[in-house]
């Protein structure tokens, strides 16, 4: 190495350890500067130190802050991954295997047990991916920099308190970047003050319990207002003359009053109760499905606001139930793809020479760039990496 590319990589890795330091101090000027809010929400100076002790900040949950799935993915693509072949069978063998424990959940909180077991489906694939980041130090990051710090801080105060307490007894804990963890994945307060002890062991456990994962999700459910022996809605037809500014969550209607103005179940059967109140739905606008939902969606949406979110819960529950799916196609000449068929479009495209490992189905920004070249290559238009059908059909085809 030349004399000056010796002193500038020395001045560079000054500069990354100056950084880096400077982030530390900052880091740990927060935690102290956050002490005296913990305590006066319960938990005590002496657990406060135990367990921030060695805490560094993990700056990349600041980019999953700002592009959650729910509000980034189409939804074709977001609810073919979620509501996939795969996951009813694999939810329908849940229903099968802990039959005894869904129902008695579902009669102790008169909840429907389909929802509960496509909560826990949808949250962490029926406890098999619970989230890989550990919990205080995304929480502690996210409460000292980023939005929405008030918040963060309140999680991570709550994950303390239940360190402290007993309820959580492992300090290295894993969950979601944003702090939910467990088989159905619970904000630390929502599981301080929703979590219930099913299994009769005196702890809470959400993460290694099923009875307590499964009653917890219902007790939740419940106190968000779910109604026993309601659906959470219907798929349904509009008329040609519906328009569409009548949509949306917070425009209901009486059944009776969307009857009159000819709205219809998609599968011919009647409304129910005319005196009920319903929205209708257009999430992906007048050309796509319509929902005409009750206030048993709403008490989904509150587990996780965002409306995606809330159609793959509803939609899961009913191919749960026996439902065949979805009547009316999404407006896109490209669907998305469902997690087998993700896995299969990465096999393709490493038998085309892109090195991408082992094909997971997950797709990141090295099967996005694999795509974007086979896009190009092909002709296929817009050349942007995503993966939907056409990229799939047109790799099977050679």
Request: proline share 5%; aromatic share 8%; with cysteine.
């Given at each position: 190495?030349?004399?000056?590319?010796?002193?500038s990589?020395?001045?560079l890795?000054?500069?990354l350890?100056?950084a880096?330091?400077?982030?530390?101090d900052?880091?740990?000027?927060?935690l102290a500067?956050?002490?005296?809010e913990?305590?006066a929400k319960?938990?005590?100076?002496?657990s406060?130190?135990?367990?921030t002790?060695?805490?560094?900040a993990?700056l990349?949950?600041?980019?999953?802050?700002?592009?959650q799935p729910?509000f980034?993915t189409?939804?074709?693509d977001?609810?073919?991954?979620?509501?996939?072949?795969?996951?009813?069978?694999?939810g329908?063998?849940m229903?099968?295997?802990?039959?005894e424990?869904f129902?008695r959940?579902?009669r102790?909180y008169?909840?429907d047990?389909?929802?509960?077991?496509?909560?826990?489906g949808?949250?962490?694939d029926?406890?098999r991916i619970t989230?890989k980041?550990?919990l205080?130090t995304?929480?502690?990051?996210l409460s000292?920099?980023?939005r929405r710090?008030?918040?963060?801080?309140?999680e991570?105060?709550a994950?303390?308190?239940l360190?402290?307490?007993?309820?959580?007894?492992?300090?290295?804990i894993?969950?979601?970047w944003?702090g939910?963890f467990?088989?159905?994945q619970f904000?630390?307060?929502?599981?301080?003050?929703?979590a219930?002890?099913?299994d009769?062991?005196?702890?809470?456990?959400l993460?290694?319990?099923?009875?307590?994962?499964?009653?917890s999700?219902?007790?939740?459910?419940r106190?968000?207002?779910?109604?026993?022996?309601?659906?959470?809605?219907?798929?349904?037809?509009?008329?040609a003359s519906?328009?569409a500014?009548q949509?949306?969550r917070?425009k209901?209607?009486?059944?009776?009053?969307?009857?009159a103005?000819g709205v219809?179940?998609?599968?011919g059967?009647?409304?129910p109760?005319g005196?009920?109140k319903?929205?209708?739905?257009l999430?992906?606008?007048?050309?796509?499905?319509a929902?005409?939902v009750l206030?048993n969606?709403?008490?989904?949406y509150?587990?996780?606001?965002?409306?995606?979110?809330a159609l793959?819960?509803?939609?899961l529950?009913d191919r749960?139930?026996g439902?065949?799916?979805?009547?009316?196609?999404w407006p896109t000449?490209?669907?998305?793809?469902?997690?087998a068929e993700?896995?299969?479009?990465?096999?393709l495209?490493?038998a085309?020479?892109?090195?991408l490992?082992?094909?997971?189905g997950?797709?990141?920004?090295s099967t996005?760039?694999?795509?974007?070249?086979e896009q190009q290559?092909l002709?296929?238009?817009?050349v942007?990496g995503r993966?939907g059908?056409?990229i799939?059909k047109?790799?099977?085809?050679?």
């Amino acid at each position: 190495m030349s004399p000056l590319r010796f002193l500038s990589s020395l001045l560079l890795s000054a500069g990354l350890f100056q950084a880096q330091a400077s982030l530390a101090d900052d880091f740990s000027a927060c935690l102290a500067r956050l002490q005296p809010e913990a305590r006066a929400k319960g938990v005590e100076s002496v657990s406060y130190a135990r367990y921030t002790q060695g805490l560094q900040a993990d700056l990349s949950v600041l980019d999953l802050l700002n592009a959650q799935p729910e509000f980034v993915t189409p939804l074709w693509d977001y609810l073919a991954g979620l509501v996939d072949e795969q996951r009813v069978a694999d939810g329908k063998a849940m229903l099968a295997q802990h039959g005894e424990l869904f129902d008695r959940v579902a009669r102790q909180y008169q909840v429907d047990k389909y929802t509960v077991a496509a909560v826990w489906g949808v949250e962490s694939d029926f406890g098999r991916i619970t989230g890989k980041r550990p919990l205080l130090t995304s929480l502690s990051t996210l409460s000292c920099y980023g939005r929405r710090q008030d918040f963060f801080r309140g999680e991570l105060f709550a994950t303390l308190k239940l360190l402290q307490d007993g309820d959580l007894r492992d300090t290295g804990i894993t969950g979601s970047w944003a702090g939910a963890f467990g088989q159905t994945q619970f904000m630390p307060s929502t599981y301080a003050r929703i979590a219930v002890d099913f299994d009769g062991d005196g702890h809470r456990d959400l993460v290694n319990s099923v009875p307590d994962a499964l009653a917890s999700t219902a007790n939740y459910l419940r106190k968000a207002g779910w109604v026993a022996g309601q659906a959470w809605g219907y798929e349904v037809q509009l008329p040609a003359s519906f328009p569409a500014a009548q949509a949306g969550r917070g425009k209901r209607r009486s059944l009776s009053e969307w009857q009159a103005l000819g709205v219809r179940r998609i599968d011919g059967g009647a409304l129910p109760d005319g005196a009920l109140k319903a929205a209708v739905l257009l999430p992906t606008g007048p050309q796509g499905p319509a929902f005409l939902v009750l206030r048993n969606y709403d008490a989904i949406y509150s587990y996780n606001a965002a409306e995606s979110y809330a159609l793959a819960i509803a939609l899961l529950s009913d191919r749960l139930r026996g439902g065949s799916g979805l009547r009316t196609p999404w407006p896109t000449d490209d669907p998305g793809l469902s997690r087998a068929e993700r896995k299969q479009l990465q096999e393709l495209l490493i038998a085309r020479g892109h090195d991408l490992g082992t094909p997971d189905g997950l797709i990141g920004n090295s099967t996005r760039r694999a795509i974007q070249a086979e896009q190009q290559r092909l002709g296929l238009s817009p050349v942007d990496g995503r993966a939907g059908q056409k990229i799939l059909k047109a790799l099977r085809g050679q």
